[in-house]
């Protein structure tokens, strides 16, 4: 109840706060899938990717840092859209069992 109500007091700043906190996930993903690359070049073939995946999390996160509404409004928008698909795919599967026969249960 009391986040509830400090996420409702300060909107503003709980929205810089989970965009600080996007940034700090990015960080430590992209060091991690580095040092991963770094780690097992000679081990794994084709460790590039993982070096390019974590150099482009590194600077989302550098981007997140200094553009933390940009970023919000990103999300928001990408989880706006996987909702619709979400809800589309819920509609059309409660039609689909809809239009599927009951079963009787049988009385012994």
């Known amino acids: 109840m009391i986040?509830?109500?400090?996420?409702?007091?300060?909107?503003?700043?709980t929205v810089l706060a989970l965009a600080l906190v996007l940034?700090?996930?990015?960080?430590?993903?992209?060091g991690m899938t580095l040092w991963y690359a770094y780690r097992h070049r000679d081990d794994r073939p084709h460790t590039g990717h993982f070096a390019v995946k974590g150099a482009i999390?590194?600077?989302?996160?550098?981007?997140?840092?200094?553009?933390?509404?940009?970023?919000?409004?990103?999300?928001?928008?990408?989880?706006?859209?996987?909702?619709?698909?979400?809800g589309g795919i819920m509609i059309a599967l409660a039609l689909n069992l809809r239009r599927q026969p009951t079963v009787s249960q049988t009385t012994a």
């Open 3 to 13: 986040t509830g109500i400090i996420v409702l007091a300060w909107p503003d700043i």
């Open 57 to 86: 999390a590194i600077v989302a996160g550098l981007i997140t840092v200094v553009w933390p509404g940009i970023t919000v409004l990103a999300v928001a928008i990408v989880l706006g859209i996987a909702l619709i698909f979400y």
């Open 23 to 30: 940034a700090a996930w990015l960080f430590v993903y992209g």
